[in-house]
């Protein structure tokens, strides 16, 4: 009897799997045999990012004859996001360090962006702090005027600390040269041709904006950079030494319901005809056209922003075989063991995690306590004693880690934290180092 029953069981099964396979089926060749119409906002017209995006915009439908696409010209990030969570656009471009909605899937990096601050080149403005109660060309919205927002908080400054000049980037850059404003703000690419026709007319200069690797730490979005000497004239050069800066991705990402295949299709295009996409941006643009060197799949190591869209997954994963086909005879008996033992190992495995990111967690924390110690230390020789301190902290958590009491994810985490503690370290002690010998040299 008990026989006939679990035969009865498995007959049911297989006839309901069997009809979901064929509806699953048809729902798939309907859905490939229809024209996918979406929309993508890309920024300015005249930005990189729209550039860019005109350009994989002709390429896709080139090969795709069932994508078209249609794009649309925006106020920037914040304005891309918001289009994208109400389902008014199904393809955005977007700082990474700006939040998106819980609608928001990535695509790809599309490349890098900088954190540009300009200033007149006889003014007497040296720092980033320097800025409190001066007026920036920036307008006061979309994802540039948040970084800048964040940069200030860092520094211990407010947006009410500021006066902000143009509602354009356009506008902004016209009251800079004119003079109405004390600095510009910019996340841009490097060579950037709007920034570098400010750059030539040689009436401006670079401010330098520091502590990246610190302000990484409550904004992991961040990536500490350089503007390097001579990038926008070489002779003489402008800037005219290697200046510390911020950078972001700038990133290609879709709503969570846009269709699977159409991404794809666009994720295939963009890493896999870089060369003919390149073909479509006017040779005069030369800037926008070295981006493309720099496409490529996010890092799913860092863990930060939306998650991959399915799309674009698939087309990365494309050389894996499934685990359903590669197990297909087996299926059947694996799935009964999971459901066997499984329980016991998910709460073994849930305890050993928590334990493993507790033991984690306090080697976090005191690299960051000694992080703070270091951004006050007023010696070199108490920054030597606290480097001392966190490499004796590294050496016990590896200790940990041989000893299973850490797990490889936990301890990279710690890791990140570490060197990111290490280099405030570091960094600290070369302004101390040079405020000794700038001292040395003045007194008598």
């Given at each position: 009897m008990?026989?006939?029953?679990?035969?009865?069981?498995?007959?049911?099964?297989?006839?309901?799997?069997?009809?979901?396979a064929?509806?699953?089926l048809?729902?798939i060749?309907?859905?490939?045999?229809?024209t996918?119409?979406?929309?993508l906002v890309?920024?300015?017209a005249t930005?990189?990012?729209y550039?860019l995006a005109?350009a994989?915009?002709?390429?896709?439908?080139?090969?795709?004859?069932?994508?078209?696409?249609?794009?649309?010209?925006?106020?920037g990030t914040?304005e891309n996001?918001?289009?994208?969570?109400?389902?008014?656009?199904?393809?955005a471009?977007?700082?990474?360090?700006?939040?998106?909605g819980?609608?928001?899937r990535?695509?790809a990096?599309?490349?890098?962006?900088?954190?540009q601050?300009?200033?007149?080149?006889?003014?007497?403005?040296?720092n980033?702090?320097?800025?409190?109660?001066?007026?920036?060309?920036l307008a006061?919205?979309g994802?540039?005027?948040?970084?800048f927002?964040?940069?200030?908080?860092?520094?211990?400054?407010h947006e009410?600390?500021?006066?902000?000049?143009g509602?354009?980037?356009a506008?902004a850059?016209?009251?800079?040269?004119q003079?109405r404003?004390d600095a510009?703000?910019?996340?841009?690419?490097?060579?950037n041709?709007?920034?570098?026709?400010l750059m030539?007319?040689g009436?401006?200069?670079?401010?330098?904006i520091?502590h990246a690797a610190?302000?990484?730490i409550?904004?992991p979005?961040?990536?500490?950079?350089v503007?390097?000497?001579g990038?926008?004239?070489?002779?003489?050069?402008v800037?005219?030494?290697?200046l510390?800066?911020v950078?972001?991705?700038?990133?290609?990402?879709a709503?969570?319901?846009?269709?699977?295949?159409?991404?794809?299709?666009i994720t295939q295009?963009l890493?896999?005809?870089?060369?003919?996409?390149m073909?479509q941006?006017?040779?005069?643009?030369?800037?926008?056209?070295?981006?493309l060197g720099?496409v490529r799949?996010?890092s799913?190591?860092?863990?930060?922003?939306p998650p991959?869209?399915?799309?674009?997954?698939s087309?990365?994963?494309?050389d894996?075989?499934?685990?359903?086909?590669a197990?297909?005879?087996?299926v059947g008996?694996?799935?009964?063991a999971a459901?066997?033992?499984?329980?016991?190992?998910?709460?073994?495995?849930?305890?050993?995690?928590?334990?493993?990111?507790?033991?984690a967690?306090?080697y976090?924390?005191r690299?960051v306590?000694?992080?703070?110690t270091?951004e006050?230390?007023?010696?070199?020789a108490r920054?030597?004693d606290i480097?001392?301190?966190?490499?004796?902290?590294l050496?016990q958590?590896v200790?940990d880690?041989?000893a299973d009491?850490?797990?490889?994810e936990?301890f990279?985490s710690?890791?990140s934290?570490l060197?990111i503690?290490?280099?405030?370290?570091?960094e600290r002690?070369?302004?101390l180092v040079?405020?000794?010998?700038?001292?040395?040299?003045?007194?008598?």
């Amino acid at each position: 009897m008990l026989k006939l029953e679990l035969n009865r069981v498995v007959a049911v099964a297989l006839i309901i799997v069997t009809v979901s396979a064929l509806a699953g089926l048809a729902a798939i060749l309907w859905q490939g045999s229809r024209t996918q119409h979406l929309t993508l906002v890309a920024g300015a017209a005249t930005g990189e990012s729209y550039i860019l995006a005109d350009a994989l915009k002709q390429v896709v439908e080139r090969h795709n004859p069932r994508i078209r696409i249609t794009l649309v010209e925006t106020g920037g990030t914040v304005e891309n996001l918001r289009l994208l969570e109400e389902g008014r656009a199904q393809l955005a471009t977007a700082q990474a360090d700006v939040v998106a909605g819980p609608e928001c899937r990535i695509i790809a990096v599309l490349y890098d962006d900088t954190f540009q601050l300009l200033v007149p080149r006889d003014s007497h403005l040296q720092n980033f702090t320097d800025l409190r109660g001066k007026s920036i060309a920036l307008a006061p919205s979309g994802g540039q005027f948040q970084s800048f927002l964040r940069v200030a908080e860092h520094f211990g400054l407010h947006e009410a600390d500021f006066r902000f000049i143009g509602a354009t980037d356009a506008a902004a850059d016209e009251a800079f040269l004119q003079g109405r404003a004390d600095a510009a703000f910019r996340v841009r690419t490097l060579g950037n041709p709007a920034i570098q026709r400010l750059m030539q007319s040689g009436r401006v200069r670079f401010l330098p904006i520091e502590h990246a690797a610190a302000m990484k730490i409550k904004y992991p979005a961040f990536d500490p950079s350089v503007i390097p000497q001579g990038a926008y004239l070489g002779n003489p050069p402008v800037p005219a030494q290697d200046l510390p800066t911020v950078a972001v991705n700038r990133t290609l990402v879709a709503r969570e319901t846009a269709n699977e295949t159409a991404v794809r299709g666009i994720t295939q295009v963009l890493m896999e005809r870089r060369e003919e996409i390149m073909q479509q941006i006017p040779e005069r643009m030369t800037e926008v056209r070295s981006l493309l060197g720099q496409v490529r799949r996010p890092s799913a190591e860092r863990g930060l922003g939306p998650p991959a869209h399915p799309g674009a997954t698939s087309f990365y994963d494309k050389d894996k075989p499934s685990f359903l086909q590669a197990n297909a005879d087996f299926v059947g008996l694996i799935m009964t063991a999971a459901v066997m033992i499984g329980s016991w190992v998910w709460e073994f495995k849930r305890w050993m995690q928590k334990k493993q990111k507790t033991a984690a967690d306090q080697y976090s924390n005191r690299v960051v306590a000694l992080m703070g110690t270091a951004e006050e230390a007023d010696t070199v020789a108490r920054l030597h004693d606290i480097w001392r301190e966190l490499l004796a902290i590294l050496t016990q958590a590896v200790y940990d880690l041989d000893a299973d009491k850490l797990s490889e994810e936990s301890f990279a985490s710690f890791r990140s934290i570490l060197n990111i503690a290490l280099d405030v370290t570091k960094e600290r002690r070369a302004i101390l180092v040079a405020a000794h010998t700038a001292a040395g040299v003045v007194s008598p």
